[in-house]
C-alpha cells in the first residue's frame, strides 16, 4: 500500500512539475499553454487509475477534469491580467498550472481510491446484469 501512494504521489508532484514548467515558459502566449498541460493533466489521470486497478481511457481522463474549468477559467484571467510581465507572468503562470494540476491529480487519486469505475466502460445489457456468464 505504501509503494502504491509512492508511486501516486510521484505521478501527481512530477506532472505538477511539468505543467508548472509549460506555464512558466509560456506565459507570454495566452492559452497556449493549454495544449501542453491538458495532455499531462490526461496522462496522469490515467496512469493514477491504473495504480488503483481502474483501466481508464484519454475521454474519461478528460471528463475527470471537467470539474477544475472553473479554476482553469481564472487562470486564464490571471494569465490575461499578469501573463504578459516578464518574469512575474512567468511565476504566477507557473504557480498556478502547478496548483491546479495538484487539485486535479489529489481529485483523481480520492475518486479512484474510493472504488470508482472507469467512466468510459461500456455499459452492460439488461442479459449480462441478470446473468454475467450469458454476456
Known amino acids: 500500500m ?3 501512494a509512492k508511486k ?27 495544449a ?13 487509475g491504473a495504480e488503483h486497478g481502474t483501466p481508464i481511457g484519454k475521454s474519461a481522463a478528460a471528463e475527470l477534469i471537467l470539474p477544475f474549468s472553473a479554476a482553469a477559467a481564472g487562470r486564464g484571467v490571471s494569465q490575461c491580467l499578469l501573463g504578459w510581465v516578464p518574469g ?12 491546479l494540476t495538484e487539485a486535479i491529480g489529489w481529485a483523481a487519486d480520492a475518486y479512484f481510491a474510493e472504488g470508482n469505475a472507469a467512466l468510459d466502460r461500456p455499459s452492460q445489457s439488461k442479459t449480462a ?3 454475467p456468464w450469458a454476456g
Do not use: E, F, Y
Request: net charge positive.
Open 129 to 131: 446484469q441478470r446473468w
Open 88 to 99: 512575474l507572468g512567468n511565476a504566477i503562470n507557473a504557480v498556478t498550472a502547478a496548483a
Open 36 to 48: 501542453v498541460i491538458t495532455p499531462i493533466q490526461v496522462a496522469m489521470i490515467v496512469a493514477i
Open 2 to 4: 505504501a509503494r502504491k
Open 8 to 34: 501516486i504521489h510521484a505521478l501527481i508532484h512530477t506532472a505538477a512539475a511539468a505543467s508548472a514548467a509549460a506555464g512558466g515558459g509560456l506565459a507570454q502566449v495566452p492559452g497556449s499553454d493549454a
